[in-house]
């Protein structure tokens, strides 16, 4: 059975006690393995997690999909609060560099608040992921590499590096696992572009995909781009769609509209699959 459990996204569940932030969290649980995906803004995903009566003292994996603060901020509460033996963290080519956003004239700051010193003092396995696709559990994938196909899914010039170039996300990385009914396909910002990560997906697992979770980051798309994407990804045989986070309420709007396995994803929803 798969089990996966939004801990924090930027709207929670109706009628709950849970709290809601901009950013992502997901905990995925399979075979007894337990591999929490992005670590969210701050350690309000942890205080969801005690609510939902997840225990987040025995992780085999932590992913972080990029560096930006709204995907591992909580991190540095979690190894504080919690001490992990034998927990591997995985992060993409690059991830060490710093990572800005334009506004104006200036760039601001908007990577993680830690580096490899001080996740070396908590003793963690930090491990970059190298090639394209990389096993970390039994039916469980990292990947990375997205070559950029799609003419609409161009580069956000808002983003930069140190230099002031701009943001290719060579960083970013994806999760995949299999199921009997297809593939889980589990993304945090999807900056490379959603239809360049289902592309590579498909091509590299030939496989189809049973489910899409997580952030496309559509929501500071123009109407225009926002309607084409949706319009391609919701050509592909993709079953269960929970797109989240930084997708934007607009286009989440569209996705529910157009696809009869949208499912809302936030904190506290929890996809099972058996």
Request: hydrophobic residues 40%; negative net charge; aromatic residues 6%.
């Amino acid at each position: 059975m798969l089990q996966i459990t939004t801990l924090i996204d930027n709207t929670a569940k109706k009628r709950s006690d849970l709290a809601a932030e901009h950013g992502f969290s997901c905990l995925v649980e399979k075979g007894g393995r337990r591999i929490l995906f992005d670590t969210g803004a701050s350690r309000t995903f942890i205080e969801n997690a005690a609510k939902l009566g997840k225990d987040l003292g025995h992780l085999d994996h932590i992913v972080l999909s990029h560096r930006h603060w709204d995907h591992g901020g909580g991190l540095i509460p979690l190894l504080e609060e919690n001490s992990y033996p034998s927990l591997r963290l995985w992060s993409g080519k690059g991830f060490e560099e710093e990572k800005f956003v334009e506004e104006g004239e200036e760039l601001r700051p908007i990577g993680v608040p830690f580096n490899r010193d001080i996740i070396t003092r908590h003793k963690i396995m930090w491990h970059t992921v190298c090639a394209d696709t990389v096993m970390i559990s039994h039916g469980v994938w990292l990947i990375t590499d997205f070559a950029r196909r799609n003419a609409i899914e161009e580069e956000n010039p808002r983003f930069r590096l140190k230099d002031g170039s701009v943001d290719p996300f060579n960083d970013e990385v994806a999760l995949v696992v299999d199921t009997p009914k297809g593939l889980v396909l589990i993304v945090g910002c999807s900056h490379p572009g959603i239809l360049n990560i289902v592309d590579a997906t498909l091509e590299r697992f030939s496989r189809p995909i049973y489910a899409l979770l997580g952030g496309i980051h559509l929501s500071d798309a123009t109407p225009e781009r926002r309607a084409e994407v949706i319009k391609q990804l919701l050509a592909y045989p993709i079953e269960k769609i929970g797109v989240c986070h930084c997708t934007g309420e607009e286009a989440i709007k569209m996705v529910k509209k157009g696809s009869r396995g949208f499912f809302e994803n936030c904190s506290g929803s929890s996809l099972i699959i058996v």
